[in-house]
């Protein structure tokens, strides 16, 4: 007879539990060892204060971790994922349950809460997510065998990884089932996957005493291989389980972005040459991995073929890691000899010149890796110590020391673009002024975008705005060294730009150049510079908005905008130009696929502008994706996004089909209907 009460005998047909623990302890010190040998290699790595925010943290925990947010953005993938997550998690708390009733609370308090209305809903629990977790995983081989999407990696740790969680589950339904079919109990329905299994072994013509024999040895089987499973687990890419929440409470939090700063007097080693060079967090970042090759699919050099991948690169560190984890665990004081070379043979250098800091790669990751901030070490490691970088790099550097921009040009030709307009000088204001207008290199010396810079005093003017410029007295903020990796002459620039800026008086910063937005904005701050930075499309919505100055002139052209990295993902700067496109008479806007957060770089980036590319370029991409999206126009709100996208349309002989203007050449010709 059974007991009215819903409820199970826990270890039913079992014997020589005992047994049981001696295996747990056993898998368990296996995966504790192998926990507490990465813990000891992520601490050799340099400080990194990350305890700020609790509150913050914690949610971006429960919303990226648990909920897992950023996954959820790739819809087969994220499916497949969150079933497999919510399987392993709701059994491991339903088999944390069993030991707790049976280790702590019947035998400390003769209390059993797995009974009753408790015990049907966790049945029923189990079984759902058990068979949930199964159709992830047969998603997921799916997508492995016959999707085959490029960027992601098919290796032996992912069948053992599949195989073995497949296993576990169908092994835990034939216990299931075979328990049931021996015993029959009266809420046998509240498993209904269990019984469906119990109703085949019936219908095969077991025995009870049949079922009763083979439960007992499918329990064991069962039960070596989850414990085997768990032992695994810090072995293999699955450790992302645990080091995934810890990657995503660590994160960076405030601006994005940002590169460190270097105390460079006070170093022995400029950027990072070997892998104890990085910081806890970044040593930590390479075990989160998850390898789903995300940001590889995102990454313009990946994507055009070059050296560079993102997955790979954090995998290579991952693995140079391990390979020297004998030298790092040495005792401190002990010389360390590392049996290879970081920069140039675990990671190859053309690796490193191929990123375009466009940060795609750190906005797709769904356990909030960062790629970027270690190229730029390993830049810095390269450009600093050994002086090896891409040769046309050096005509850029020397431009920078002795003319203050990339170009070379004289000093004294900065306000050459100013010739016969009204443009008010820092110098020569009294008092102050509200807006000081940084034009930039760019702006400056560059004949497409001194149009831009005409083009934004006309309006200025027009809207009766208090500004002025600096002049010859402004030099290159530095954003190209900083990025190519050389801080020693970021900082010089940095220092001389800061002398000039705190001598004046004034309320905002304008740019029309995202790098020079981000750097002033953000980047000074390291060095005493706190100013608010605005970018020329928040100050022209902005005027638009107020009435001080008016589109009257139609324009009648289908027009499609290019997110500059620099303003759209570092920056979260998406809604104001296109609010100042729609704004325009006569104008019809159109989103190209990859658009916003998921934009597609121009290539400029990362000290990139100044590098030689080979062919498939990346802004030959971008600029075929606007052909195709139907456009006459793409409009950029960046310089270097200008250029490319110009070089891009000429080099691909799209010119009768698409043409190249900044948002201010377009607000300028709607204002007065002419082009500038």
Same mark, same amino acid.
């Given at each position: 007879?059974?007991?009215?009460?819903?409820?199970?005998?826990?270890?039913?047909?079992?014997?020589?539990?005992?047994?049981?623990?001696?295996?747990?302890?056993?898998?368990?010190?296996?995966?504790?060892?192998?926990?507490?040998?990465?813990?000891?290699?992520?601490?050799?790595?340099?400080?990194?204060?990350?305890?700020? /925010?609790?509150?913050?943290?914690?949610?971006?925990?429960?919303?990226?971790?648990?909920?897992?947010?950023?996954?959820?953005?790739?819809?087969?993938? @994220?499916?497949?994922?969150?079933?497999?997550?919510?399987?392993?998690?709701?059994?491991?708390?339903?088999?944390?349950?069993?030991?707790?009733?049976?280790?702590?609370?019947?035998?400390?308090?003769?209390?059993?809460?797995?009974?009753?209305?408790?015990?049907?809903?966790?049945?029923?629990?189990?079984?759902?997510?058990?068979?949930?977790?199964?159709?992830?995983?047969?998603?997921?081989?799916?997508?492995?065998?016959?999707?085959?999407?490029?960027?992601?990696?098919?290796?032996?740790?992912?069948?053992?990884?599949?195989?073995?969680?497949?296993? +576990?589950?169908?092994?835990?339904?034939?216990?299931?089932?075979?328990?049931?079919?021996?015993?029959?109990? /009266?809420?046998? @329905?509240?498993?209904?996957?269990?019984?469906?299994?119990?109703?085949?072994?019936?219908?095969?013509?077991?025995?009870?005493?049949?079922?009763?024999?083979?439960?007992?040895?499918?329990?064991?089987?069962?039960?070596? +291989?989850?414990?085997?499973?768990?032992?695994?687990?810090?072995?293999?890419?699955?450790?992302?389980?645990?080091?995934?929440?810890?990657?995503?409470?660590?994160?960076?939090?405030?601006?994005?972005?940002?590169?460190?700063?270097?105390?460079?007097?006070?170093?022995?080693?400029?950027?990072?040459?070997?892998?104890?060079?990085?910081?806890?967090?970044?040593?930590?970042?390479?075990?989160?991995?998850?390898?789903?090759?995300?940001?590889?699919?995102?990454?313009?050099?990946?994507?055009?073929?070059?050296?560079?991948?993102?997955?790979?690169?954090?995998?290579?560190?991952?693995?140079?890691?391990?390979?020297?984890?004998?030298?790092?665990?040495?005792?401190?004081?002990?010389?360390?000899?590392?049996?290879?070379?970081?920069?140039?043979?675990?990671?190859?250098?053309?690796?490193?010149?191929?990123?375009?800091?466009?940060?795609?790669?750190?906005?797709?990751?769904?356990?909030?890796?960062?790629?970027?901030?270690?190229?730029?070490?390993?830049?810095?490691?390269?450009?600093?110590?050994?002086?090896?970088?891409?040769?046309?790099?050096?005509?850029?550097?020397?431009?920078?020391?002795?003319?203050?921009?990339?170009?070379?040009?004289?000093?004294?030709?900065?306000?050459?673009?100013?010739?016969?307009?009204?443009?008010?000088?820092?110098?020569?204001?009294?008092?102050?002024?509200?807006?000081?207008?940084?034009?930039?290199?760019?702006?400056?010396?560059?004949?497409?975008?001194?149009?831009?810079?005409?083009?934004?005093?006309?309006?200025?003017?027009?809207?009766?705005?208090?500004?002025?410029?600096?002049?010859?007295?402004?030099?290159?903020?530095?954003?190209?060294?900083?990025?190519?990796?050389?801080?020693?002459?970021?900082?010089?620039?940095?220092?001389?730009?800061?002398?000039?800026?705190?001598?004046?008086?004034?309320?905002?910063?304008?740019?029309?150049?995202?790098?020079?937005?981000?750097?002033?904005?953000?980047?000074?701050?390291?060095?005493?510079?706190?100013?608010?930075?605005?970018?020329?499309?928040?100050?022209?919505?902005?005027?638009?908005?107020?009435?001080?100055?008016?589109?009257?002139?139609?324009?009648?052209?289908?027009?499609?905008?290019?997110?500059?990295?620099?303003?759209?993902?570092?920056?979260?700067?998406?809604?104001?130009?296109?609010?100042?496109?729609?704004?325009?008479?006569?104008?019809?806007?159109?989103?190209?696929?990859?658009?916003?957060?998921? @934009?597609?770089?121009?290539?400029?980036?990362?000290?990139?502008?100044?590098?030689?590319?080979?062919?498939?370029?990346?802004?030959?991409?971008?600029?075929?994706?606007?052909?195709?999206?139907?456009?006459?126009?793409?409009?950029?709100?960046?310089?270097?996004?200008?250029?490319?996208?110009?070089?891009?349309?000429?080099?691909?002989?799209?010119?009768?089909?698409?043409?190249?203007?900044?948002?201010?050449?377009?607000?300028?010709?709607?204002?007065?209907?002419?082009?500038?």
């Amino acid at each position: 007879m059974y007991n009215v009460t819903p409820t199970r005998e826990i270890y039913w047909n079992i014997s020589g539990i005992i047994w049981m623990y001696v295996l747990a302890v056993i898998s368990l010190s296996i995966f504790g060892w192998k926990l507490y040998r990465r813990l000891r290699l992520w601490k050799s790595g340099k400080p990194d204060a990350r305890m700020d /925010q609790l509150g913050l943290r914690l949610k971006m925990v429960f919303q990226y971790a648990l909920a897992q947010g950023r996954l959820m953005k790739k819809m087969y993938a @994220g499916l497949l994922h969150v079933l497999m997550y919510a399987g392993f998690i709701i059994l491991f708390i339903g088999t944390l349950l069993i030991f707790l009733q049976v280790d702590f609370t019947e035998p400390l308090f003769s209390w059993t809460f797995l009974e009753s209305t408790f015990y049907l809903y966790y049945s029923l629990i189990l079984d759902v997510f058990g068979v949930l977790a199964i159709v992830g995983i047969l998603m997921a081989a799916y997508r492995r065998i016959f999707m085959k999407p490029v960027n992601l990696k098919n290796r032996r740790d992912d069948l053992i990884i599949l195989g073995s969680f497949l296993l +576990i589950l169908i092994t835990g339904f034939i216990i299931e089932g075979l328990r049931i079919g021996a015993t029959q109990p /009266q809420w046998q @329905g509240w498993s209904p996957a269990g019984l469906l299994v119990a109703n085949f072994f019936h219908s095969a013509g077991m025995t009870g005493q049949s079922m009763q024999r083979w439960h007992l040895y499918s329990w064991w089987f069962h039960l070596v +291989i989850s414990l085997a499973f768990i032992a695994y687990i810090p072995y293999s890419k699955l450790f992302h389980v645990l080091t995934a929440p810890l990657n995503i409470f660590f994160q960076t939090l405030g601006p994005k972005g940002i590169s460190s700063k270097m105390e460079l007097e006070e170093l022995d080693h400029f950027g990072a040459s070997q892998i104890n060079h990085f910081s806890w967090k970044e040593l930590m970042d390479l075990d989160a991995c998850t390898e789903c090759g995300r940001c590889s699919d995102v990454c313009p050099a990946t994507t055009t073929q070059k050296a560079l991948s993102p997955m790979k690169v954090i995998l290579d560190l991952q693995h140079h890691l391990s390979r020297e984890a004998s030298v790092l665990l040495q005792k401190n004081g002990e010389e360390k000899s590392f049996s290879q070379k970081m920069v140039g043979e675990a990671i190859l250098e053309e690796e490193l010149w191929g990123c375009t800091t466009c940060l795609a790669c750190q906005q797709a990751c769904p356990v909030y890796i960062e790629h970027i901030p270690k190229i730029l070490e390993m830049r810095r490691h390269l450009v600093l110590e050994e002086s090896r970088f891409p040769t046309e790099v050096t005509t850029t550097f020397k431009n920078l020391e002795t003319n203050g921009n990339p170009w070379g040009i004289s000093p004294e030709d900065r306000e050459k673009w100013t010739e016969g307009l009204p443009v008010p000088k820092m110098r020569e204001v009294e008092g102050g002024v509200d807006y000081l207008y940084w034009v930039g290199c760019a702006g400056a010396y560059d004949a497409r975008s001194q149009r831009v810079s005409q083009a934004m005093v006309k309006i200025l003017n027009a809207a009766g705005t208090s500004y002025a410029i600096l002049g010859m007295e402004e030099t290159c903020n530095g954003d190209p060294a900083r990025r190519i990796g050389n801080e020693y002459l970021f900082q010089i620039l940095a220092e001389q730009n800061l002398e000039t800026l705190h001598r004046y008086k004034f309320k905002k910063i304008i740019t029309t150049c995202p790098h020079c937005y981000h750097t002033l904005a953000y980047e000074y701050k390291q060095f005493g510079g706190d100013f608010q930075v605005i970018h020329h499309t928040q100050l022209l919505q902005e005027l638009i908005t107020s009435g001080k100055i008016r589109l009257q002139k139609e324009i009648s052209q289908k027009v499609t905008y290019h997110d500059s990295c620099y303003l759209g993902r570092h920056h979260s700067i998406y809604d104001d130009p296109r609010k100042i496109l729609q704004a325009i008479p006569g104008m019809k806007t159109i989103e190209m696929p990859r658009n916003r957060e998921n @934009g597609f770089c121009c290539g400029a980036g990362g000290g990139r502008m100044w590098m030689e590319e080979q062919q498939p370029k990346v802004n030959h991409n971008r600029v075929e994706e606007a052909v195709q999206s139907g456009a006459e126009m793409v409009c950029s709100a960046c310089p270097f996004c200008a250029t490319m996208l110009s070089d891009g349309i000429n080099e691909t002989s799209r010119q009768e089909q698409l043409e190249n203007q900044d948002i201010a050449l377009l607000v300028s010709k709607a204002m007065n209907g002419q082009t500038v």
